[in-house]
């Protein structure tokens, strides 16, 4: 079997040091979507240096410090067709609100190997710290598929119950047409996003829009909606990626307030509201 649960487990975790700043933490606010209207008060906030604070979602780039599915995909007892991947969700622990510059140690690591039959589910956790201490922690869930059924846990299901009534809050987000030229100079280089051709070999009419990237702008949207535009009070973040979005497509971002929680649901406007992010929930103070 080219994954080995077992050797991928217990296999040593990389770790590295980290560093990023405010150049860096305003170039990820404008990849996802900040600075609209560039005078606005609270978009200053994402982009001004003298009043930028820190998206919690910017952890995912912070630094190159997450692993990735090409880099995780290279740990000891695991052997995958990339061609095979996807990046079925994510999920963010934030310890302490990020800082505007930082230095950190990044430590990567396979968290756990499920057997869900037709295909295998990786995590891939990255846990970031500092002098002051934990900062954060990342999980990102791979399926690689064709790579089930050996017999292994099956895990956790994701899914989540379906939130009831009708949702406190619906705001929809314009994707640009070069959002995924200017959100990849954060560090993801996938052409997939970018290069019409290798698109169209994956299977795409056209370059998509990085998960990663909507992941960022539901984010924003829920704090600057419901959280009175306040990122230190996001406690957790997580996700399912359920479909693609294209650059120039709308996002309908739907919020139901729960008890220390925003329930989530992105669909694609264009699309007859196909669904795009599912099972989300933001946990906050």
């Known amino acids: 079997m080219p994954i080995d649960a077992a050797k991928a487990l217990a296999a040593e975790p990389r770790t590295g040091e980290i560093s990023w700043n405010s150049k860096d933490v305003q170039l990820y606010h404008l990849g996802v979507g900040a600075g609209v209207p560039a005078t606005d008060p609270d978009e200053l906030r994402y982009t001004l240096e003298s009043r930028l604070h820190v998206l919690p979602s910017f952890a995912t ?74 900062l954060w922690t990342n999980d990102a869930q791979i399926f690689v598929r064709g790579e089930g059924g050996w017999g292994g846990d099956r895990g956790p299901s994701a899914r989540l119950a379906p939130p009831t009534g009708e949702p406190d809050r619906t705001v929809e987000r314009p994707i640009r047409e070069d959002q995924t030229l200017l959100y990849r100079l954060s560090g993801d280089w996938n052409p997939l996003h970018a290069d019409p051709e290798f698109a169209k070999v994956a299977g795409f009419e056209r370059p998509i829009l990085h998960g990663l990237c909507t992941y960022g702008i539901t984010l924003k949207a829920v704090v600057d909606t419901l959280l009175g535009g306040d990122v230190t009070r996001v406690r957790s973040y997580v996700t399912r990626f359920a479909g693609v979005v294209y650059p120039g497509e709308t996002l309908r971002i739907r919020m139901w307030r729960q008890e220390g929680a925003v329930r989530v649901a992105v669909s694609a406007v264009e699309r007859e509201d196909a669904p795009v992010l599912a099972d989300t929930l933001v946990e906050h103070t």
């Open 61 to 134: 780039v912070a630094g190159s410090g997450s692993p990735g599915v090409i880099s995780g995909l290279s740990m000891p007892g695991i052997e995958v067709d990339l061609a095979r991947v996807l990046h079925g969700g994510q999920s963010l622990t934030v310890h302490r609100p990020l800082p505007v510059t930082g230095t950190a140690t990044a430590t990567h690591r396979i968290a756990a190997v499920y057997d869900k039959g037709k295909a295998a589910v990786l995590v891939l956790r990255t846990e970031v710290a500092d002098a002051e201490g934990p």
